[in-house]
């Protein structure tokens, strides 16, 4: 199997385990992002206007940038005791229960049905109770809105905000080249409920401190370019003191997806317990998530990502660079 899409019977029966069911948590991956947080709060509003009682619940907690999807919703962040009662765990823009952290064993032992909403690549066995997934969709916020429109419930202003949000964090604010019809219907929709564009873009992007540049400054100090210019890669260290921590690689991703040549773009980040996350993006066919699959990583065939434990950033550095080159060689001998 190397990808799963919900066919109509599968959509339909996750659509009635949301309508039958009372009891609702709502979960997202470690380091939650736009997209799953928008789409946290888009079915949030969607299930209490139905008359459910629902939770949402992460390992960690609303980043600041988007502190304005907690107005009128609630965001709790797992504290290793018991989940909320719940009837449904909804897996919001994930596909492993590991991606949930400390929350994935409590998870698996709870006696709830699990439903999976989500867009990314699945290349296992199904193992959960329901699901509505499609590859193809730009922003998990996107099925919600699809869920809304099926279950008869008009997105408000809250769910709205939850939907643009969703967009503009998986489509790089309508620049990727997953934009496509249904990302600028849902886009005008959410401005025509109320969603003030400029407002958002302020809180995301325009809210850095003033640090932010120094540690994009050191990221990019390490930068250096492979197969004739079209692997860029940057690996960084844990900052030393005096030295500037850089939390988001986003504003580095985009640098280097800039320059002309470049095709594939790997930035990788030493975390304070030693393990290093690896952000892979690629604008071409070359398909990062079946690079990253190779090391237990996971995504979209041109943004994916994977975290490695037991090796240091040097290590880790050299194997992806090899096995990156490798794929170089093979797309180059293909085009022969």
Not at 20 to 31: A, D, I, K, M, N
Not at 314 to 328: I, W
């Amino acid at each position: 199997m190397t990808s799963f899409v919900s066919d109509a019977g599968a959509c339909a029966a996750a659509l009635e385990l949301l309508r039958e069911s009372q009891r609702f948590v709502l979960c997202g991956h470690e380091r939650p992002d736009g997209d799953v947080l928008g789409a946290q709060a888009a079915l949030h509003s969607v299930l209490e206007r139905l008359g459910k009682s629902v939770s949402i619940i992460n390992s960690d907690p609303l980043p600041s940038q988007l502190d304005y999807l907690g107005e009128g919703t609630t965001y709790r962040v797992y504290d290793g005791g018991q989940l909320p009662a719940h009837d449904v765990a909804v897996m919001l823009d994930f596909n492993e229960l590991e991606r949930t952290g400390p929350m994935a064993k409590p998870l698996a032992a709870a006696r709830s049905r699990k439903l999976v909403i989500d867009h990314h690549i699945f290349e296992s066995q199904p193992w959960w109770d329901a699901a509505y997934i499609d590859v193809r969709a730009a922003a998990t916020g996107l099925l919600v809105r699809r869920i809304a429109r099926d279950l008869g419930v008009p997105l408000d202003l809250r769910a709205a905000h939850g939907v643009y949000t969703s967009i503009v964090a998986d489509t790089g604010w309508f620049k990727y080249s997953n934009t496509d019809a249904e990302t600028f219907a849902a886009a005008s929709e959410a401005v025509h409920l109320g969603v003030e564009p400029a407002r958002l873009y302020n809180s995301i992007y325009q809210r850095q401190s003033r640090q932010h540049p120094l540690g994009i400054s050191r990221a990019l100090s390490r930068l250096e370019y492979y197969a004739d210019g079209r692997l860029a890669v940057v690996d960084l260290p844990q900052a030393r003191e005096g030295e500037v921590e850089l939390t988001d690689g986003d504003d580095v991703l985009d640098l280097l997806r800039a320059v002309a040549r470049v095709e594939v773009v790997l930035f990788l980040r030493e975390q304070k317990d030693g393990a290093v996350k690896l952000s892979a993006r690629s604008k071409t066919d070359f398909n990062v998530h079946s690079l990253v699959r190779r090391f237990g990583g996971g995504g979209h065939a041109k943004a994916s990502g994977a975290t490695f434990t037991g090796a240091g950033i040097a290590d880790v550095r050299a194997r992806l660079v090899a096995a990156a080159l490798e794929v170089f060689a093979e797309r180059g001998a293909a085009a022969r």
